[in-house]
């Protein structure tokens, strides 16, 4: 039992460090408004300047879906943000492990970004995490290919993903980070934005001059999207007419479901805001809504950062590629019974 002056003193001690705590936490579950007050620039025909390169490899490690444990918080607490400091360090250091060793692994391969508190880059559903699927989104999961699935055979081409073929990695999973060539540049014209995508070739063409959409009944692999200008800063960018076989999120994105086998239907539509922040700096906001594979939207938000001194490397994904063959190959023999010293 607490009394007296020094005990009323005590207790209210107490609720105020409580008090401090739950709104640290309080805080931690809130996600900040995007700001609007940026007087962007304009290019010589009057539009906001968005071009430039804005690679997004700094964000490798930041986990797409956030784990169960973190509930609702949008940012680490600080002994989440020490474990995930620690974590990329030993990760980064696999480069200078390997050329010690004079060996190559997948520190030559995989570029881990910088450390930030974000515990995901999903902001909605509130837990960060990707939404139930529809009994039908269920059953078409079920049926897609990739290299990724476990368990699978391999006889044809279509055995293998949009992506083990280097056809895209689709939309809206090549807005996102991932472990390689994540460079992403913007150029404008009067009445058309584009979108070149290091990864996988790509390029989004985006019109802003007000042309009518086109039919439904022509799909295309990253959509047909149409674009116009808010406040002067933020480009506003709606995409439909999406051509099924893609797989909406992709493995080498952290956090990600881990067989590429989230189905696009032709009722997705992808929502886009790139809100120019600063000279250097675009706050991007993406929600997917497919009604027929999610009981509810997603949406994701990454911070871009300006620089233009990053280096587009070729992906040439085909070039010399005999990965379908081998898969096929190693498949059938597994199936026929043949062992490696068979094959020896």
């Known amino acids: 039992m607490i009394s007296g002056k020094s005990g009323l003193l005590a207790m209210a001690g107490l609720m105020a460090v409580a008090s401090i705590a739950q709104a640290e936490e309080a805080d931690l579950t809130h996600l900040p408004k995007v700001s609007t007050t940026y ?15 804005w690679p997004i490899d700094y964000l490798n490690g930041t986990p797409m879906q956030r784990a169960p444990e973190q509930g609702n918080r949008i940012f680490m607490t600080d002994a989440e943000y020490k474990e995930r400091a620690d974590r990329i360090t030993a990760l980064a250091s696999r480069y200078d492990n390997e050329e010690s060793q004079d060996r190559l692994g997948q520190g030559h391969w995989v570029e881990m970004g910088e450390v930030n508190r974000r515990t995901s880059l999903m902001v909605a559903p509130a837990n960060g995490r990707l939404p139930e699927m529809t009994a039908e989104g269920k059953r078409l999961s079920a049926l897609m290919r990739s290299s990724w699935r476990k368990d699978q055979t391999f006889d044809v081409p279509t055995d293998f993903d949009s ?42 063409i985006i019109p802003t001059d007000g ?17 116009h200008w808010e ?32 189905p696009i239907s032709t009722s997705a539509k992808l929502e886009e805001r790139f809100t120019i922040t600063g000279p250097d700096s ?20 990454l911070d871009w950062k300006r620089d233009d001194a990053y280096q587009f490397f070729e992906y040439a994904c085909h070039e010399g590629n005999v990965q379908l063959r081998n898969y096929v190959t190693a498949s059938r023999a ?11």
């Open 39 to 53: 007087a962007a620039p304009k290019t010589s025909w009057g539009e906001p300047d968005l071009r430039g390169t």
């Open 163 to 204: 992506w083990d073929r280097c056809i895209t990695r689709g939309l809206p999973a090549s807005m996102l980070p991932m472990m390689y060539n994540n460079g992403i540049r913007v150029f404008q014209s009067p009445g058309i934005v584009a979108i070149q995508l290091e990864m996988i070739h790509e390029t989004r």
């Open 211 to 227: 042309r009518p959409a086109l039919p439904a009944a022509i799909g295309n692999w990253m959509g047909e999207s149409r674009g």
């Open 231 to 262: 406040n002067g800063n933020t480009l506003v960018v709606e995409t439909v007419n999406f051509r099924p076989g893609a797989s909406a999120t992709n493995i080498v994105t952290s956090g990600s479901p881990p067989e590429n086998d989230t």
């Open 282 to 301: 675009v706050t991007y906001d993406m929600t997917w809504t497919d009604p027929v594979i999610f009981t509810q939207p997603w949406a994701v938000r």
């Open 334 to 344: 597994t199936r026929a019974g043949v062992t490696l010293d068979e094959v020896e």
